[in-house]
């Protein structure tokens, strides 16, 4: 009856502390979480009205393009998304024919996404002035081979970020 007893209570204490560390998962709040919900611009803006030198007006007209970008790329991505589902969940008996349709039109949108990528560069360009255009091609060429470089991630870990 004695360990019966104490088996009862190391099971609720083992269900309470389950219960605490789930909540503490939960509902703690992530480094992402906390940088979705501040209001401070994102570092890339940051970066770019540093190393540019922008004006008042040039960082209004990077904030408007920028926004109008995501929106756009939503639209892609959720494009992307749709066709990849498509993918997945194929399972027709001309099975062929149907991934080869479903891989171009995805690769149609994914060519759509790159296009306003580069379109959006071009906008943001075209506010510099000619000094801020060579600073610009440069900052690009830095930022392309970040993201380009597969070390990027394991770094970013290895940093906390």
Known sequence: MKTNKILAILVVI?????????SF???KDSPYKKRMRSNRPPKVEGFLKRK????????????????AHFEESKKLMDEMKVFRKQLLISTET??????????????????DFEHLNFEHIRTLRGYCNEKQQIAFDS?????FEHLSNPERRRLRKRRGQ
């Open 14 to 22: 083992l269900i309470a502390v389950n219960i605490a560390t789930v």
């Open 25 to 27: 998962l939960w509902f």
């Open 52 to 67: 540019l030198n922008l004006d008042d007006e040039q960082q209004r007209l990077f904030q408007e393009a920028r926004k």
């Open 94 to 111: 001309n099975e062929t024919a149907i991934t080869d349709s479903l891989f171009s039109g995805l690769s149609l949108v994914q060519s």
């Open 139 to 143: 900052v690009m060429g830095l930022m």
